[in-house]
């Protein structure tokens, strides 16, 4: 069974930086990670595969990494130059199987984190 810990959320200023880090408990193909918060539906931030292709959504590229560290199965985000917009609790996913590329769509993910709240103070 899947189980994804993640951790390092917090509190940030403007312009900061986050790292935010997720455990894998097993084996799987896809993973991401997604953000929430109160008015807005869950959001893609970006997706990688098990060669490390990552792809993220438009309005998340320049100021966020993904990554994955084989060897210790854990899924990072970095974020630079942190916004207020930022603010937001954010989910670690992932899922077995894909065709050719991962799948960016949050209902396409079976295994999720409990998530980890990030603020970005102005």
């Known amino acids: 069974q899947v189980r994804l810990v993640e951790s390092g959320g917090g509190s940030v200023q403007t312009g900061g930086s986050l790292r935010l880090s997720c455990k894998d408990s097993?084996?799987?193909?896809?993973m991401g990670w997604f953000r929430q918060t109160p008015r807005k539906e869950r959001e893609g931030v970006a997706v990688?595969?098990?060669?490390?292709?990552?792809q993220y959504e438009d309005s998340m590229k320049g100021r966020f990494t993904i990554s994955f560290d084989a060897d210790k199965t854990t899924l990072y985000l970095d974020l630079n130059n942190a916004k207020p917009e930022d603010t937001a609790v954010y989910y670690c996913?992932?899922?077995?199987?894909?065709?050719?590329?991962?799948?960016?769509?949050?209902?396409?993910?079976?295994?999720w984190g409990q998530g980890t709240q990030v603020t970005v103070s102005s």
């Open positions: 097993s084996f799987t193909d896809c």
């Open positions: 990688i595969d098990p060669v490390g292709s990552a």
């Open positions: 996913a992932a899922r077995v199987g894909y065709f050719d590329v991962c799948p960016r769509r949050r209902d396409m993910y079976t295994n």
